[in-house]
């Protein structure tokens, strides 16, 4: 689904950078371009995962001068609680981690707080109590905008309702992220001449035919939309991917579909996944299983 026209455009790409103004400046790449002049991938995709360790200067966590420190896991969620203003403790000590590499599911009842934690695990929100590091960076020792910088350059986020930009071409609304951010723009180019063939290649590997790569968001359908939205999330190769309910409008065939082609390009990328959904028959898919569960009455 795209966003309202209305809307501001940089609200529709926050898997980019949230924070931005809205006047946030043109999508890179400048829309399609001739595919022969670009370099293409190899097959499959990049041989290795590239940018699993590469981020923004925004903490701690690099090896000390006799050596590089093992990888943190990708994710760390360590003594979390948070409520909402007003409301009921929707975490209380909550505990969970994400090797790198790794892809989890994320299961739940309505209200237990699935999308919350995602917020929390972006940085687009912060909790009460614990502590939250995302390749080995904690959050909490950073300020909004370095919590920004951190987001658009090591996460990528499929919302829920995709949030593209209505009048953005598929290509543009991917390129998004490269505009943001200077480091995915960087490893968009490691297998590309211009970010705008690294998007085509993208989109091309994810069923959308090059024919459609130059027509407005609006003018797709569910599933293409769909696809268009992973691959602005994937762009750039950034080492955490977030799907919130990136399924819950499609048909189960085409889910499980969907699924599998998400995951062969977090592989390719060397990105971690963390996926929410209601539909407990994709967890066979993933290697792990989280569930939480719905918050105590008066708690």
Same mark, same amino acid.
């Given at each position: ?29 400048? !829309? ?47 003594? &979390?609680?948070?409520?909402?203003? !007003? !409301?009921?403790? &929707? ?209």
């Amino acid at each position: 689904m795209v966003a309202r026209a209305d809307a501001p455009a940089v609200a529709m790409a926050e898997d980019a950078c949230p924070a931005a103004p809205a006047s946030g400046g043109p999508p890179c790449g400048g !829309g399609p371009g001739p595919a022969a002049d670009a370099r293409e991938l190899p097959p499959g995709g990049p041989p290795s995962s590239p940018g699993a360790g590469d981020g923004p200067d925004v903490g701690s966590g690099a090896g000390s001068a006799e050596g590089p420190a093992p990888a943190s896991p990708a994710v760390e969620v360590l003594g &979390v609680s948070y409520a909402w203003k !007003g !409301g009921g403790k &929707v975490f209380d000590g909550l505990d969970m981690s994400l090797g790198r590499g790794e892809r989890l599911f994320i299961s739940g009842p309505s209200g237990c707080g699935k999308s919350t934690l995602l917020s929390l695990v972006a940085g687009i929100m912060l909790p009460d109590s614990g502590e939250i590091r995302v390749g080995g960076v904690s959050l909490a020792g950073l300020s909004g905008p370095k919590r920004d910088r951190l987001r658009g350059e090591r996460i990528g986020y499929i919302f829920q309702q995709f949030n593209l930009v209505p009048y953005l071409s598929a290509l543009d609304n991917v390129l998004l992220p490269c505009g943001f951010s200077k480091e995915r723009r960087r490893r968009a180019l490691r297998f590309a001449r211009t970010p705008a063939q690294a998007g085509r290649l993208l989109l091309e590997r994810l069923g959308i035919p090059q024919e459609l790569h130059g027509r407005g968001a609006a003018r797709l359908s569910v599933g293409q939309q769909q696809r268009v939205a992973a691959a602005r999330a994937l762009i750039g190769s950034p080492p955490l991917l977030i799907a919130d309910e990136p399924t819950s409008a499609l048909d189960e065939e085409t889910g499980l579909a969907f699924l599998k082609v998400l995951m062969r390009e977090c592989e390719t990328a060397g990105s971690s996944l963390m996926f929410v959904s209601h539909d407990t028959k994709l967890a066979g898919e993933f290697e792990r299983r989280f569930a939480l569960k719905a918050p105590s009455p008066g708690v």
